[in-house]
């Protein structure tokens, strides 16, 4: 394809994006997935390939199958967290639909900086009478939680890491930060300066601020119970790394793990490649290795979990991809039978 020599006049028409800012978001994606594989490859060659490769052939595979068992269980938990959020609206949706849809928007997650992408949830939520801002507010939600939750876990550990003037300055940008969206989301002010910057498509999301009151006057257990599902989730995410660990034969207290899980994660939001490939692998290996744990170990442990994540969501494409291709094959042959008929 002849890529369009101009990007400069990128317009909406028709609430699609033209070709030439779909040119660009193409670009740029390839681009942030070179840098992740060129942090990857540096990273082994700062290891030391032979290192890297003796550790991981000596792998334990019992253990293997235990992180992989364990990482996969967190989907449960994060469809269980939306699920309980959504019951005020929808209530008689089924639990494995509901996680089948948030499978496909974590899939479509991986190619947008810092997990927006799954706000793609939003379209299938759709298909369940629920609104648009509806849907939005509820995965902003859940969104705004387990940052809050990852954020706070993360600045519990940075006085490992970092000096007592780095750690209070941190802590300010992140309250700061958190005060910002309170503001923005739950303030009449805030909501009023959010519709002002969404412009005409702020009627796409009617029933928005609505929601969000609604969750915190009227519907303040389910909150309070997908925080914590949400809380569970992080730390069964911290089991499955140190099953990971096992695996490569290195161990490390639980509570570290977790800490140093959500630092990673946090630093993994800097939107400079494809779903924090690379960033993540650096940050860890670099944070563990200063409390003591060998680098290249590390490094294996953390191309474990990468491979079991991406496998799982290759999984998933394949059904997405499949589902799609059956729905579009079936609307086919009805639009040939109704014009067969109406020949006749």
């Not at 997990?115 to 379209?123: A, D, E, I, K, R």
């Not at 519990?156 to 000096?163: A, Q, R």
């Not at 930060?177 to 519709?195: A, D, M, Q, R, Y």
Request: proline share 3%; net charge positive.
């Amino acid at each position: 394809m002849k890529i369009p020599p101009s990007f400069t006049n990128v317009k909406l028409a028709g609430g699609t994006l033209e070709w030439e800012d779909f040119q660009v978001k193409k670009l740029s994606n390839y681009l942030r997935l070179l840098i992740g594989l060129g942090l990857f490859t540096f990273l082994i060659y700062r290891v030391g390939p032979d290192r890297f490769y003796l550790t991981f052939t000596t792998t334990k595979i019992l253990y293997v199958f235990l992180s992989m068992a364990v990482l996969v269980s967190v989907m449960f938990l994060n469809a269980l967290s939306f699920k309980i959020l959504l019951d005020p609206y929808a209530p008689n949706m089924p639990f494995f639909r509901l996680m089948k849809y948030l499978l496909y928007s974590v899939a479509v997650g991986i190619f947008f900086p810092a997990n927006t992408g799954q706000f793609s949830l939003v379209y299938f939520l759709k298909k369940e009478n629920i609104s648009i801002g509806t849907g939005t507010a509820v995965i902003l939600l859940n969104k705004i939680g387990n940052l809050l939750l990852c954020g706070t876990l993360a600045l519990s550990s940075f006085s490992l890491f970092f000096s007592k003037k780095d750690t209070l300055r941190l802590s300010t940008l992140f309250l700061f930060g958190c005060i910002s969206v309170c503001f923005l989301l739950f303030t009449p002010k805030g909501i009023n300066l959010f519709k002002k910057l969404l412009g005409n498509y702020a009627k796409i999301f009617t029933g928005f601020s609505n929601t969000i009151s609604a969750y915190f006057k009227e519907y303040k257990v389910n909150l309070l119970l997908s925080l914590f599902v949400i809380l569970v989730s992080w730390g069964v995410i911290a089991l499955g790394i140190l099953m990971a660990f096992f695996a490569f034969g290195i161990s490390c207290p639980f509570w570290k793990i977790l800490f140093i899980n959500c630092m990673v994660t946090i630093i993994a939001f800097i939107p400079i490649s494809v779903a924090g490939l690379g960033i993540r692998e650096a940050s860890a290996v670099f944070l563990y290795h200063q409390i003591g744990l060998p680098e290249a170990s590390v490094l294996s442990a953390q191309l474990l979990i990468f491979c079991i994540n991406y496998l799982f969501i290759g999984i998933i494409f394949i059904f997405l991809v499949r589902e799609r291709f059956e729905f579009n094959f079936k609307n086919i042959i009805e639009k040939i039978k109704s014009s067969g008929g109406q020949d006749d």
